[in-house]
């Protein structure tokens, strides 16, 4: 007998120990799982096939030539997620520290390209020194080679990037590009300097947590989507949003059994959404109570919470929801809100995901430090993305919809395909005390009752403005409906939709304002 079998049984073992046992060991003690670890928690179990085992890199000089570790600090390959085939590769920090190299970076390059060309997710789990120092530009190169392979499959192919531990300059860019970001509590960051380097430049002193840290992504930068406690929960959430994802561009969203009734009544909308104009309420509880089973994957929870934005499900078919947040600034845009909303359109528009917009704002938040920062740019985003999403484009107005953000949100002036308001919509350029006080200021200055003129004006206005009909009378709403009739008839004019198609005239590309 030949000693091939053994042989590749010794490689195997050597390739599946890593670094060695002691730093898989460090690794462990820091609260962190191996590369092989995390690949079997995303799969289902025994689905993963690994590619490019063996490979080795070429490099030589500071100490490189004597250590070749089988498959050079990265495990790459395919798995099955709920049946479906999802390519992913996973840095092993106990080699090389994860760092990337010519042969690491090739390694998930190549992968890259089996992703795109067989149409299907690609998942990648962070954990890396980055650039291999010793490969010099060889490093560089690969991962420029990662960043163009992202860009030419957005679009194409969902990606989707989970940090585990260190992801810091240049090699944060490729994440960063990718759809969607996911990072775990406490072993994760991300920076474009360390805190060492921002000391000696700018003198400011900041710990690794509080410069890049989860908290500060999914909050203050917006730069992650999703965060978890611990790497298991990370790695369920990535399967739970990849159950709303399709594979790639040209094919549909999973549907589901919808375990849920698609004529339920849903008169509890009535309590939820107060009439009062000026009274706040949580629309999760209104979400909620539309979509199936209540069951919500909210993206960029806690940056712009004046927005939500997510994942849901209408009579079993993926929807994705955008809706002011009453509960936060009144439910204002501003420029996180813009940005955060015009990013999520165009994804759920890239990959055949309708869009279900959820409509209570005054409008833009007004103030210098807003128009400082482009509230003019950043807002234009979000128009673009809604004028150019060809899904299916169904909206409600609840309760206020003043203003250019009655514009942005979904309007039927957009092109929104059937929108809808329930009676206690008010529909404005602006709400009643601004407008009288705006158009009523001579009336007003020299009146010797100013506050009963003003509030006569503020009835005729409300009498004017505040109800559906006008807009339903010149067709810029499709129809009043009923709290109760709500679900049942989100699910009707989306059943409608669902052939929807609309081509645009041919260009390269359009000019989103960035
Ligand atoms: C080569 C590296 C490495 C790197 C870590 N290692 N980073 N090897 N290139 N970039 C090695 C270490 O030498 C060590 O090897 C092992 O990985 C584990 O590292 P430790 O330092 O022992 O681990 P830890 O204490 O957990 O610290 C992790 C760390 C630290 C914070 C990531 O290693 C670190 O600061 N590394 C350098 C990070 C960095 O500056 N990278 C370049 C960023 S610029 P042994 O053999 O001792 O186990 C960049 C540009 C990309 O990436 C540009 C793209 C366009």
Known sequence: MSDKPSRLQAMRSEVNLGGGQKRIDRQHEKGKLTARERLELLYDPGSFMETDTFVTHRASGFGMEVSHPLGDGVVTGWGKVDGHIVYAYAQDFTVLGGSLGEAHGLKIARLMDLALQNGAPLVGLNDSGGARIQEGVDSLAAYGEIFYRNARASGIIPQISVILGPCAGGAVYSPAITDFIFMVERTAHMFITGPEVVRAVTHETVDFDSLGGAAVHAGR??????????ERTVLRSVRRLLSFLPDNNLVQPPDQAPGDDAQRATPELEQLVPVDPQKAYDVHAVIRCLIDNGDFMEV????????????????????????NQPAHLAGVLDIDAADKGGRFIRFCDAFH?????????????????????????????????????????????????????????????????????????????????????????????????????????????????????TAAARGYLNDVISPAETRMR???ALESLRNKRQAAPARKHGNIPL
Do not use: C, W
């Open 221 to 230: 930068s917006g730069v992650a989507h999703f965060t978890a406690k611990d």
């Open 300 to 323: 960029q929870k806690q940056h712009a919470p004046n927005l939500v934005v997510g994942f849901a499900r209408l009579d079993g078919h993926v929807v994705g929801v955008v809706s």
């Open 353 to 469: 995901i309708p869009l279900v917009t959820l409509v209570d704002t005054p409008g833009f938040l007004p103030g210098v430090e807003q128009e400082y920062g482009g509230i003019i740019r950043h807002g234009a985003k979000m128009i673009y993305a809604y004028a150019e999403a060809s899904v299916p484009k169904v909206s409600l107005i609840l309760r206020k919809a003043y203003g250019g953000a009655y514009i942005v949100m979904s309007s039927k002036h957009l092109h929104g395909d059937l929108n809808f308001a329930l009676p206690n919509a008010e529909i404005a350029v602006m709400g009643p005390e601004g407008a009288v006080n705006i158009i009523f200021r001579k009336e007003l200055a020299s009146a010797s009752t100013p506050d009963a003129v003003r509030q006569e004006h503020i009835r005729e206005y409300r009498e004017k403005f505040t109800n559906p009909y």
């Open 490 to 492: 989100l699910i009707a």
